[in-house]
């Protein structure tokens, strides 16, 4: 079984500073590793995922991600916030081996972005 | 594309009603999934289609739950008996039959159990 920590339940911060997102994971299994976004009333839409390969991940937005086998993180991070960035961001796992392919999420990170 | 839709979006029902969604998956998709996502906390996996074959369900879903694919297209999901509990969004979510492929999530439908 697959499990996802997310540290912070609220990260603050002010447009155009930096911002990271954690998110730790547990598996005996090897994984694949995702973030998605969450806006007010809203579906989950694909930030970025790592599947293999490089550990440096980037996706839309100017959001990137980088998998850290020994420590079992994929933090998230943006080198400059927007306004537009205000959501709810969830870090998920899933089994990298069977057929199947669910999602195990962590309880997410509101990412408050103010002037 | 035009994306995983579902119906309704909202629904307000009375303890003891029975409740049915539907989900409409992106065309082609093979693989069909339920999340369930109570206040604060982070989706949860209920059940899951490959076609028309429910592959795997949660412990979560107790016997007042039931989801159908027939055919391999839409799917709905039944609450029987709702209770205050069931109170949450359930997600729908779909991807091709690759196990790296992506899901895409519908926009959910939000239950309010009275």
């Known amino acids: 079984a697959q499990s996802v920590t997310q540290l912070d339940s609220q990260v603050p911060v002010f447009e155009e500073a930096p911002v990271e997102l954690r998110c730790n994971y547990s598996s005996s299994v090897s994984v694949y590793l995702f973030w998605y976004v969450q806006y007010p009333n809203q579906g989950l839409q694909l930030l970025l995922k790592y599947l293999s390969g490089s550990t440096l991940v980037k996706g839309i937005n100017g959001f990137e991600a980088e998998f850290n086998k020994s420590q079992t993180s994929f933090h998230l991070r943006k080198p400059s916030v927007h306004i537009s960035d205000t959501a709810e961001y969830f870090c998920?796992?899933?089994?990298?081996?069977?057929?199947?392919?669910?999602?195990?999420f962590g309880t997410g990170t509101r990412l408050q972005v103010t002037l | 594309d035009t994306g995983v839709s579902q119906d309704p979006r909202h629904k307000i029902t009375k303890r003891g009603q029975n409740v049915t969604f539907r989900c409409d998956p992106i065309?082609?998709?093979?693989?069909l999934y339920w999340y369930r996502q109570t206040l604060g906390q982070g989706p949860e996996f209920l059940t899951y289609?490959?076609?028309?074959?429910?592959?795997?369900k949660s412990r979560l879903l107790s016997d007042r739950f039931s989801a159908e694919r027939p055919k391999g297209s839409f799917s709905t999901l039944e609450i029987q008996r709702t209770e205050q509990g069931d109170s949450a969004m359930y997600l729908c979510?779909?991807?091709?039959?690759?196990?790296?492929?992506?899901?895409?999530f519908g926009p959910g439908t939000r239950l309010t159990v009275l």
């Open positions: 289609f490959q076609n028309e074959a429910q592959l795997e």
């Open positions: 065309s082609e998709h093979n693989r």
């Open positions: 979510a779909s991807s091709p039959s690759v196990i790296t492929d992506t899901q895409y």
């Open positions: 998920a796992v899933s089994a990298g081996t069977g057929t199947a392919s669910k999602l195990t």
